[in-house]
């Protein structure tokens, strides 16, 4: 019963837990390694509860879920551009999903901004994204609309991924500013550009 509270809470208290996770990992290190502990006391941390509680709060994803390491929304977009593999201007013409949890998106490329060594105009691409946001899943992508397409090289096996942690939004709502930079302004940022 406890569990299940733990679990049904989490959607509401997700940033806390997420905090505190990491916290416990920061604190688990400094003893362990920082401090060099002794074998009596890493036995000590080793015990079962120890381990529960490590798992329970570091690797649970109902209650942390899609965790990204940049955030598109507060990081500069000029350093967005400069990290990603590929920037394109491209037209959802299909949505298939989700199969399997998956969404696959077939988009034709519109324009290329960056990665002309790996597409070009009127490439057809696929795009495939877990089919919950809870796992970083792009769900909200509609057919028949133009998209701004920013992210990293294509997995082997498997293709062009999507993730919320990318830059992916409505062309139509890109500032001019926004759409200078991908049209050459961003390049400047660029280590080696």
């Not at 990992?25 to 490590?54: A, C, T, W």
């Not at 940049?70 to 593999?85: G, H, Q």
């Not at 324009?111 to 070009?120: D, E, L, Q, Y």
Request: with cysteine; proline share 6%; hydrophobic share 35%.
């Amino acid at each position: 019963m406890t569990l299940f509270l733990v679990v049904k809470r989490c959607n509401k208290y997700r940033a806390t837990i997420s905090k505190i996770s990491f916290a416990y990992l920061e604190l688990y290190h400094f003893l362990l390694v920082d401090l060099q502990v002794g074998s009596s006391k890493r036995s000590e941390m080793s015990n079962p509860l120890f381990v529960i509680v490590s798992i329970i709060l570091v690797a649970s994803p109902s209650c942390l879920g899609c965790l990204c390491t940049v955030n598109p929304y507060t990081t500069p977009r000029e350093e967005l551009y400069c990290d990603a593999y590929y920037a394109i201007k491209g037209m959802v013409v299909e949505k298939k999903g989700p199969t399997n949890h998956m969404i696959e998106y077939t988009v034709v490329v519109d324009n290329v901004f960056k990665g002309h060594k790996f597409m070009a105009l009127g490439d057809v691409i696929t795009f495939k994204t877990p089919s919950s946001s809870t796992h970083c899943g792009v769900t909200t992508i509609e057919e028949g609309v133009k998209y701004l397409f920013m992210g990293p090289p294509p997995i082997p096996g498997f293709g062009y991924g999507l993730t919320i942690c990318q830059w992916i939004e409505k062309f139509t709502k890109l500032s001019v500013e926004e759409k200078d930079g991908l049209r050459g302004e961003y390049n400047r940022f660029c280590p080696g550009a």
